[in-house]
């Protein structure tokens, strides 16, 4: 950020360079996966969530959400003659908004709750749902050119699955891969065993 800021002195990004941050604080505060990065990296949003009272709370939903929504709130008051379209390239998409909106409320509320039924440290990280687009992108790949299954496609597409335990990946997609890169079967060798010896009957 201060190498934007420092590349445009006369203070042209600084808004840019504002939005770069909060969006990285963002990612930090639901990335939180490793009960001592926050130490190793000296970043305390990287820590785990032990306290209803976190700060953090606090900084996402009047901080972080009231920036978009300041942002929005200008972009509606502003003084000309502007067309729909045009005020829409001045914000983010609205479903980007409303994503942000609908992920930082719920994340809070789910960390609060399971810290109010004794839960004693709250990774955000685990909050995701890579194994559900992994699995429906498996499926895409089955389908391969049909794109529009039935349910009797999608039902035959998922025994096939079944059947395979899943050990093929998907080709592309943003999931995390936690379980394997490449296979999950990463072991599997050619060589044959060695054959057991035979006992002689006396």
Known sequence: MQALIRSYPEGEANETARFCELMNDFFDCLNVHAYNEATCKRNVLLGPYRSQDDKRFEWLVNTFLEYFHDWKKAVETRPGNFLPTAQAKMFILQQTYEGLQITVHSTVETVKFLL?????????????????????????????????????????????????????????????KRSAEKSRWNDIIEEPLNKAKKTKKK
């Open 116 to 176: 109010s039924q004794g839960v004693d440290n709250v990774l955000t990280e685990r909050f995701q749902q890579d194994p559900l687009e992994e699995y429906f992108g498996n499926q895409r790949q089955r389908g391969r050119r049909s794109d529009n299954p039935d349910a009797s496609q999608f039902a035959y597409n998922d025994r096939a699955l079944d059947v395979q335990r899943n050990i093929v990946p998907i080709k592309a997609g943003n999931t995390g």
